[in-house]
């Protein structure tokens, strides 16, 4: 079964065939960074007019490179939540208009839901696991029982993981995209050099919940006493040491859900898990089996669509033509317990 997947959330353009929801045959990504970078951020607009002008292309290669004929594919996923309406409004109206060219069915597929998929391309993964998914727009450890059945541990109760890294990076104009230019400033810097706080949420309600506001307010706060003169700015110390109470707030939370749960298995999902530290400190888990995806299946990627589609194609949940893109997400709503 040949699923082909399209992915067109946010900066980048991608398709992907996908053979049984397992092996990759193809996974085209064209990236907009070079478009953005200027700007030190996305920015919507030049974003959808690039997928516009891209589509086409990229997922015309994604079935010549693996010489799959579009009539040979039986369905086609299509990312359409969460991210920027105008970029997920073009995958969508592609799929839409392919779905119904070749008449097959259509798949809409919650790319956040998909990131924690992702480990599933790459490993056998047996149920339950902690899910731990560290994107731009989220971060969340949930108790995953079964494929449908995700429970809700912790979330960040206001800035994502992903945001703090490049909010930080833009203040201090370390480069872009922000979590790489601090994952790679990191390896020269000293992570002990500046004292970052970690909120104090270890209660009840808030056990599992991770805030990265008050932490990108510090290192942000930090910037002015560089310019007062009352230290000497060094970008890589601050690079290591926000980063290294970015992922120790994450990975105390994570400890805190294996002692409590006694699951042994954690799988990691999202743009940040591609962060050196937190992959090596994930490893470090005491007694545990820590599965992330290659660097490439982190970031966004149609390969995670088109292999997540396949489930939802086996049990028959098919979307109609009448799908919408929608920028807010839907999945990950139970609390745990
Ligand atoms: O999952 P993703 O590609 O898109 C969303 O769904 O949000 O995640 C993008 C996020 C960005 O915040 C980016 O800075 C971060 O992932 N990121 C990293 C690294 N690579 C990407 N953060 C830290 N270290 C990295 N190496
Ligand atoms: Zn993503």
Same mark, same amino acid.
Request: include cysteine; glycine fraction near 8%; hydrophobic fraction near 40%.
């Given at each position: 079964?040949?699923?082909?997947?399209?992915?067109?959330?946010?900066?980048?353009?991608?398709?992907?065939?996908?053979?049984?929801?397992?092996?990759?045959?193809?996974?085209?990504?064209?990236?907009?960074?070079?478009?953005?970078?200027?700007?030190?951020?996305?920015?919507?607009?030049?974003?959808?007019?690039?997928?516009?002008?891209?589509?086409?292309? $990229?997922?015309?290669?994604?079935?010549?490179?693996?010489?799959?004929?579009?009539?040979?594919?039986?369905?086609?996923?299509?990312?359409?939540?969460?991210? @920027?309406?105008?970029?997920?409004?073009?995958?969508?109206?592609?799929?839409?208009?392919?779905?119904? %060219?070749?008449?097959?069915?259509?798949?809409?597929?919650?790319?956040?839901?998909?990131?924690?998929? *992702?480990?599933?391309?790459?490993?056998?993964?047996? +149920?339950?696991?902690?899910?731990?998914?560290?994107?731009?727009?989220?971060?969340?450890?949930?108790?995953?029982?079964?494929?449908?059945?995700?429970?809700?541990?912790?979330?960040?109760?206001?800035?994502?993981?992903?945001?703090?890294?490049?909010? $930080?990076?833009? +203040?201090?104009?370390?480069?872009?995209?922000?979590?790489?230019?601090?994952?790679?400033?990191?390896?020269?810097?000293?992570?002990?050099?500046?004292?970052?706080?970690?909120?104090?949420?270890?209660?009840?309600?808030?056990?599992?919940? $991770?805030?990265?506001?008050?932490?990108?307010? *510090?290192?942000?706060?930090? @910037?002015?006493?560089?310019?007062?003169?009352?230290? $000497?700015?060094?970008?890589?110390?601050?690079?290591?040491?926000?980063?290294?109470?970015?992922?120790?707030?994450?990975?105390?939370?994570?400890?805190?859900?294996?002692?409590?749960?006694?699951?042994?298995?954690?799988?990691?999902?999202?743009?940040?898990?591609?962060?050196?530290?937190?992959?090596?400190?994930?490893?470090?888990?005491?007694?545990?089996?820590?599965?992330?995806?290659?660097?490439?299946?982190?970031?966004?990627? %149609? %390969?995670?669509?088109?292999?997540?589609? +396949?489930?939802?194609?086996?049990?028959?949940?098919?979307?109609?033509? %009448?799908?919408?893109?929608?920028?807010?997400?839907?999945?990950?709503?139970?609390?745990?317990?």
């Amino acid at each position: 079964m040949k699923i082909l997947g399209i992915e067109s959330s946010c900066d980048e353009c991608s398709a992907s065939v996908v053979e049984d929801g397992k092996h990759i045959l193809s996974n085209v990504i064209a990236t907009q960074i070079d478009f953005h970078r200027v700007y030190n951020g996305v920015v919507p607009e030049i974003a959808s007019r690039l997928h516009t002008e891209w589509i086409t292309s $990229v997922v015309r290669r994604a079935l010549e490179e693996c010489n799959v004929s579009l009539q040979s594919i039986d369905g086609i996923a299509v990312t359409n939540r969460p991210g @920027l309406v105008g970029s997920l409004l073009v995958g969508v109206s592609f799929a839409k208009g392919m779905a119904l %060219a070749l008449d097959k069915p259509l798949i809409g597929v919650d790319h956040i839901r998909a990131h924690l998929f *992702a480990p599933h391309l790459e490993y056998e993964i047996s +149920y339950p696991y902690l899910g731990v998914l560290v994107s731009g727009g989220h971060t969340v450890i949930s108790k995953v029982d079964s494929f449908d059945d995700i429970t809700v541990m912790g979330t960040t109760i206001d800035d994502a993981c992903g945001e703090a890294f490049d909010k $930080v990076a833009k +203040y201090y104009e370390l480069g872009y995209p922000g979590g790489v230019a601090i994952d790679r400033l990191s390896e020269q810097g000293d992570p002990c050099a500046f004292n970052f706080p970690d909120p104090s949420l270890h209660k009840g309600d808030h056990r599992y919940d $991770v805030s990265y506001s008050g932490l990108k307010t *510090a290192v942000i706060n930090q @910037l002015e006493h560089f310019r007062n003169g009352e230290s $000497v700015m060094s970008k890589e110390n601050i690079a290591a040491s926000f980063q290294k109470a970015a992922v120790m707030m994450l990975i105390k939370r994570v400890k805190r859900a294996v002692k409590d749960t006694g699951i042994r298995t954690i799988v990691a999902g999202g743009g940040v898990v591609a962060n050196s530290l937190l992959r090596k400190e994930l490893k470090n888990i005491d007694r545990t089996t820590v599965l992330f995806p290659s660097r490439v299946l982190c970031t966004d990627n %149609a %390969a995670m669509i088109a292999g997540i589609g +396949y489930y939802y194609f086996q049990q028959g949940e098919y979307s109609s033509l %009448a799908l919408n893109a929608s920028a807010r997400v839907d999945a990950f709503r139970k609390k745990y317990p």
